[in-house]
């Protein structure tokens, strides 16, 4: 090490130096889902915009509704200059509950120094560590008694199907499209995230990034319980 602390924990893996800035954070919240999504009962979106960050990382959580199931995930996340736009679906069974935690993360440069605490600058004397501000934690699975919140940035799943409609001398086309959506709840059971579909001369306009439907992503959980 050629410069600063060096933090390993029991199994000797590096939790701290100075070369790695420790994701910590910054802001949080929480919302209500209220942009309409393609007409969707069960669907609804938010647009989060922050500024003044160096490499944000926006979580998002929901916690079990009082019934059906409930998931979500960022489908857009937009930067222009230095201000990042992020566009959060929420999908709920039942179409009466949007309402979302959200956690936003970042390298700790520049944080002020305030109270009590511990900091560490790397050889640049810039933070890369600040008790004052949380770490974020990632986990691999989910445990009861705990909250979490989800990264996890995924288009809209979309299937079509054409055939010729011999009465009209036309093609058409069947449609659906589906909210990527993730619970981050202990216990939930599997959802199918459907929006909207129909049947057509053509395709839907979908006003967001979307994809033909293919194996799951891999969300990244984070355990925000004593945030």
């Not at 938010?46 to 500024?51: I, R």
């Not at 999908?91 to 509950?97: E, F, K, L, M, P």
Request: glycine fraction near 10%; charged fraction near 15%.
């Amino acid at each position: 090490m050629a410069f600063g602390a060096l933090f390993v924990n029991d199994s000797n893996r590096i939790q701290i130096d100075e070369t790695s800035p420790v994701l910590s954070l910054m802001d949080r919240g929480t919302a209500t889902a209220s942009d309409p999504v393609m007409g969707s009962s069960t669907t609804r979106a938010y647009t989060l915009t922050v500024s003044g960050r160096t490499a944000p990382l926006l979580a998002i959580g929901v916690d079990k509704p009082t019934q059906g199931e409930k998931g979500c995930h960022v489908v857009e996340a937009v930067r222009n200059g230095g201000s990042w736009t992020y566009t959060v679906i929420i999908w709920h069974q039942y179409g009466t509950d949007f309402a979302f935690r959200w956690y936003l993360f970042d390298l700790p440069f520049g944080t002020p120094l305030t109270g009590f605490g511990k900091v560490i600058w790397d050889d640049q004397a810039r933070i890369i560590a600040n008790s004052n501000y949380a770490p974020m934690r990632s986990v691999t699975a989910m445990a009861a008694g705990r909250v979490y919140a989800v990264v996890y940035y995924a288009p809209f799943l979309y299937e079509e199907s054409w055939y010729w409609d011999t009465t009209n001398q036309v093609d058409r086309v069947t449609w659906s499209l589906y909210a990527n959506a993730v619970a981050t709840y202990p216990g939930a059971t599997p959802m199918s995230g459907f929006i909207a579909g129909g049947e057509g001369f053509s395709g839907p306009t979908i006003p967001w990034p979307h994809t033909q439907t293919s194996g799951p992503l891999s969300p990244l959980f984070v355990d925000v319980t004593d945030l």
